[in-house]
């Protein structure tokens, strides 16, 4: 009886939207019947799953797709992120196995290659967390900046969860993770982990990327439960060997037992954030008139113009001119 009533009435339910008359209304129905109250506080009402036509499936049109052949070929994770990232829970999807293909090479295949970039330097160097942590504020920009960027996907991300919009959510991940993560940060950042010895750059570098991956799967877990999982325990892997040496124990085995983190506001800077988004529009930009103009970006130009609205505009571009001009060859 004390566990039910702290458990009624339930915080969240979710059936096909032909339940509306059916489990829905019951529920409700013997909810005030009984105990004079609702039977749940909130309700997603699950949209069709179409065929990529827009067609509902049926046995007579010979257009249903088998889940377990589906998850069979590409995996409960890379489907489950697809459903989710694809189209909002109440709408309905057209289902194409295209799509599933899609997000393991745009999202799961550029996660993947990151955390393996991680790895492979984190291995030969030695990396495994032995000396003191660098603070945020002693690292270069680039740092500060993917570290601001991460603290404002955790409150975005967790958001959108709190909000039942899980497609938002995983949409933002995926953001982060192939435009900000891999595209720019882990780019611009090489030759640091390429660098010999282990200096305060370089283990900057592994703690700032280390901490990225670390969050990231707690963000996905909710969606991508195994491959999440399998990447925490790879990640902390140091962590739990050196705590096992000492004798410490550890509550958290499992992504799934972590503490979700928590933005930290002392590490967000969103003029930092707005600098390296123009940085990255205007490089973008200058690499699409390349690719247009068939300039390949191994071919150094002389300079590029571009109109200035404002002065206010122009200190900004001037304050990432030199990452600009690296960026794209000129």
């Known amino acids: 009886k004390e566990t039910f009533e702290q458990n009624f009435p339930a915080d969240f339910i979710a059936e096909g939207v032909d339940q509306t008359r059916g489990w829905f209304y019951t529920l409700h129905a013997l909810g005030v019947l009984l105990f004079d109250s609702v039977a749940y506080k909130t309700v997603v009402s699950n949209g069709l799953v179409l065929d990529k036509n827009g067609n509902k499936m049926s046995k007579r049109l010979g257009n249903v797709v088998d889940p377990f052949d589906t998850i069979n070929s590409f995996g409960a994770d890379a489907t489950r992120w697809y459903l989710i990232t694809n189209a909002s829970p109440w709408d309905s999807l057209k289902f194409d196995s295209e799509g599933i293909r899609e997000a393991q090479r745009k999202f799961f295949g550029t ?5 393996q970039f991680f790895a492979l330097y984190a291995n030969v160097d030695g990396f495994a967390f032995r000396e003191n942590y660098i603070p945020v504020k002693d690292r ?5 900046w993917i570290l601001s960027s991460l603290n404002t996907l955790i409150k975005d991300a967790t958001r959108y969860f709190d909000e039942y919009e899980p497609t938002q959510a995983g949409r933002a991940i995926e953001d982060f993770v192939d435009e900000h993560l891999s595209n720019w940060y882990v780019r611009l950042s090489r030759r640091r982990f390429w660098k010999g010895k282990m200096s305060s750059d370089k283990k900057a570098a592994y703690e700032t990327l280390h901490e990225c991956l670390l969050v990231v799967t707690q963000l996905m877990s909710p969606i991508a439960p195994f491959f999440s999982d399998w990447m925490y325990q790879n990640l902390t892997a140091p962590i739990r060997e050196k705590a096992k040496q000492n004798n410490t124990p550890l509550r958290w085995d499992s992504v799934h037992l972590t503490v979700l983190s928590k933005t930290e506001t002392n ?6 954030e707005e600098k390296m988004e123009l940085a990255q529009k205007i490089s973008s930009m200058v690499l699409s008139i390349r690719q247009a103009e068939k300039l390949r970006v191994r071919q150094p130009l002389q300079r590029i113009q571009m109109p200035v609205l404002d002065k206010e505009f122009q200190k ?15």
């Open 267 to 272: 590490k967000q800077d969103k003029a930092l």
């Open 140 to 144: 270069p920009e680039i740092d500060q």
């Open 316 to 330: 900004k571009v001037e304050a990432v001119k030199e990452l600009i001009l690296s960026e794209v060859n000129v």
């Open 111 to 115: 996660l993947y290659n990151t955390y």
